[in-house]
Each structure stands twice: as C-alpha cells, then as structure tokens.
C-alpha cells in the first residue's frame, strides 16, 4: 500500500518545487503473497442520481468486471433525506434548490407555497386588463357583438406564455449556475436580449409572420432576463456588505428607473427625426449602433466587480499562481485576470469533473490500475487520472468521492495545475500523479496560508462538487 510520506523527506532542487523520489510500490502493479491466486473482490462502488450503481470488481485473476445495478430509490447519501418524499427527485432539482432543506430557511417552502397562488391570480387580472387596453385603443368594443378585442388579447397573452416558459425553463434547469459565475451571466443575458430584439425588429419585413416572429422575439427577452435577474440578485448581495440588501435593492431601482426616464426621453427625440420615420434600415442601423455601445458597457461595468468568492476561475488563477511563482494574488488583481466570457472548457488546463471511473481506466480490462489509483488517492477525496498523457495537452479527469468539499475541488484544481507545469521528461505516469501527491500535501498548506494573507476567506469558496458519479465505497488491499 502506499504509505504516508515522512515529514522529512528529500526534495530535489531545481525548477521541480516539492518534487518526489519515485517509489517502487506504485510502479509495478501489487501481487498476491505466495503465488496463490487472489480471490475475486470488490474495487469501488460508483452511485449515480438515478439508483443505478457500478461496481467495480477485480475477480481471481486480476481482471476488471464491472456490473450494473439498479435501486428503487435515489441511494446518493445527500438524497437519503428525500428518499420518502412523495415528490419525485427530478421535479424536487426543478422547483427547489440544490440541497433543500438544508440550503434555505425554514420558513422557504411556506412563503413559496403561497407566493404561487398569488402570482396565478396576478396574471389572471393581467390578462383581463390587456382585453380592456385593447377594446380603449380600438380593437373592439365593449358595447358590441365583437369578440376582436378577446381574440387580440389571447394572442398577445400567448405570446407573452411563450416568454414565460423560457424563464421557467432557465430558472428550472440551470438555477446552480448563477452564484458560481455571476459576471459571466449577466453579460449572456443581455447577448441574448439582443438576439430577441432582432427578431422584434423583423416584424415590419414580414408582418404576416408578426404572432411566430414576436412569440421569438419575447422568447429570447425572457431567457434573457431568466439569466439577468438571479445574476443581479447575486451581484446586489455582493453589494450589501452591511446586511443592507434591501436598502441596495432600493437604491439599484432609483438609479434603473432614472436611466429608464432618460432613455425613453432620448428615444422619443431620436423617432421623432425624419430620417427614423421613412426608413426601416435607418432605424436598424441606428438600433444596431446603440446596442453595440450598450453591451460594451456592460461589459465594462461588471469588470469593475470585485468578488471575494472563490468559483472555478478565480481559483484556476490562485492555484496557477501559486504553482508557478509560489505567490497568491489578492481579490483586487485576480478579478482583474478574470476573463467573464471565457467558458471553463477552454481553459487551461483542460480539467474535466465528475468523470466516471471506466472513462479513468480507458476501458482497459485489468483491475490493476483502479486498484492502483485508489491506494495512491486513499487520503484525498478524489481521484485524479490523465487522459492523453505524453501529449502537450492532457486532459485531467477527477471524480469525487462521498464526502467531497469545496476544498476537494480545489486540491484537484492544485494538482492538475502541477502536473500541467511539470509534465516534461516523463515516462510513467503514476510515478508522475505520485510526485504530484507529495507536492499536493507539502504545497497546499502554503497555498492556504497565502491566501489568508492576501484577503481570502476560506468559507467564501464556492466550488461545487458534481452531483453524480460519487465514489461510495472502496476496499484496498
């Protein structure tokens, strides 16, 4: 097995920083004592959300089999809790938050419960005073036979349906993303905005298509603000370093209400000109000019952000400047590095969570290497691999295990940017991913105690670990 390092092992000198001497009981795979033949046991067990599980078992001869099961019932341990719920678990992930109830206030489920009726009624009077806006500019009467005015509402109110779907959809579906990465979707937001604005601005150029063009057109607007409001609503708490949230809410609305009345101000004169008034093109290009200048301000406005969480960018920056020159940047400069745009499949090193472990092992057919790996990772809560390795780009494939934390995430974060520095003259990758091990447990207690004193909290970091798979089970040697 593989034994805790001494703490006063050798290092190499060198451009190698907390470098190990190879050791003999990861190069070569373990044996049986005596020449017997080992029995068949199990590896791993690897839960997933649904209630299947793989397990992973080495039989007599070394050989890998890996068997499929199924369970009644969720078997994840932060699931146990709902198991008895007569809610099933994907409607439960759609309408609540991750982790409830343990993530919110007790008093969560009751307000919610009857905010729902009285949103439901709010849109049913929506709906009747749309018909009667309707009937006052013309579209019907309410002293006639004519049902124009009922049929005009009904299809505006659809139009609007099919904008709210898309807030349900996005509010449903990727609800865990917006504290991680604020910035980044509010900046989305207002691309997709856009994108619904051009196809309101088609209606004139095919007006028998206006219901089909103004349904997209609203669809695109309410994803948009889907993205724009939980992101805001993160932002405006960073804000409120008092408490205040509700007094920065207020004063966010002064400002917005303030550049709306100076916005439409300014858009009356600028329809009021005669050039606007002739020509479509000269309205779109003027709209296109105006929207270019809008979203460059964006842009510039949430660069001036300054978080002091730590998500998967800000801690893709700490790590690479840590490994790289031992040195932890404050908040300031490393909001400053952070890119909004940028998506984390494109950065480097590429890193890929939540892997399962027959990816790991490349399909290979020998239990050896998982045994292998989870000696070499039986103190972390992780296990990392390398996929392409001898090439100038491998990728790092970590899956976690049950009791995974944010700082697991961002152990594996610190590893993987080791082995990306220190990949040359490399022959043997678990020789390799071993160095990395004494490097991890010698450096990232430095890489801690840099960032306290350059300003992190360490109860500010908000890396997730993947829902699914979840290593619940091992037996080693």
């Avoid at 509700?246 to 000109?273: F, H, N, P, R």
């Amino acid at each position: 097995m593989l034994s805790t390092p001494a703490a006063g092992g050798r290092f190499r000198a060198g451009a190698l920083p907390w470098r190990l001497r190879q050791r003999s009981c990861l190069a070569s795979p373990p044996t049986s004592s005596g020449g017997e033949p080992e029995k068949a046991r199990p590896l791993l067990v690897e839960r997933y959300r649904n209630g299947v599980s793989k397990r992973y078992i080495s039989d007599g001869n070394s050989k890998l089999q890996i068997r499929l099961e199924k369970h009644d019932s969720p078997v994840n341990t932060v699931e146990d809790e709902n198991a008895e719920s007569l809610i099933p678990q994907a409607i439960r992930d759609f309408v609540l938050p991750a982790g409830f109830p343990g993530s919110v206030t007790v008093d969560y489920l009751d307000y919610m419960l009857l905010q729902f009726p009285t949103n439901v009624t709010g849109w049913i009077c929506h709906v009747l005073v749309t018909s009667s806006l309707l009937k006052a500019v013309g579209v019907g009467s309410f002293t006639g036979t004519s049902a124009a005015a009922s049929a005009a509402a009904i299809r505006w109110v659809s139009k609007d349906g099919i904008g709210a779907f898309g807030r349900l959809l996005i509010g449903g579906r990727f609800g865990t993303l917006f504290d991680d990465d604020p910035k980044k979707w509010r900046m989305y937001a207002d691309f997709i905005g856009s994108a619904g604005s051009i196809f309101e601005l088609m209606t004139p150029l095919y007006p028998g298509y206006f219901l089909p063009l103004a349904s997209f057109g609203n669809l695109a607007k309410a994803v948009a603000r889907g993205f724009k409001d939980p992101s805001f609503r993160v932002i405006q708490n960073h804000f409120a370093q008092s408490g205040n949230l509700g007094e920065v809410a207020a004063k966010e609305e002064v400002w917005e209400v303030g550049a709306q009345l100076l916005g439409l101000s300014i858009g009356v004169l600028i329809m009021d000109t005669a050039g606007l008034k002739s020509s479509y093109w000269t309205l779109t290009l003027t709209w296109l000019s105006i929207r270019l200048l809008h979203l460059w301000l964006r842009y510039q406005s949430l660069s001036v952000l300054k978080f002091r969480t730590i998500n998967l960018k800000r801690g893709r920056i700490l790590v690479r400047s840590h490994v790289a020159q031992h040195t932890v940047p404050g908040y300031v400069i490393c909001n400053e590095e952070e890119n909004i745009l940028t998506w984390e499949k494109f950065l480097h090193p590429r890193i890929s969570f939540g892997v399962p472990m027959d990816r790991m092992i490349g399909g290979e057919e020998s239990s050896d290497k998982v045994n292998r790996l989870l000696m070499l990772y039986k103190n972390e809560k992780y296990v990392l691999f390398v996929e392409k390795f001898g090439s100038r780009e491998p990728t790092f494939l970590v899956t976690f295990k049950e009791a995974a934390t944010s700082m697991s995430v961002l152990r594996s974060l610190w590893q993987a940017h080791w082995l990306q520095k220190n990949q040359q003259n490399q022959d043997e990758v678990f020789s390799w991913l071993e160095d990395s091990i004494l490097a991890l447990e010698h450096g990232f207690t430095d890489f801690l105690e840099q960032m306290e004193r350059a300003g992190w909290d360490q109860n500010q970091i908000i890396l997730k670990v993947p829902k699914e798979p979840v290593l619940v089970s091992e037996h080693l040697d």
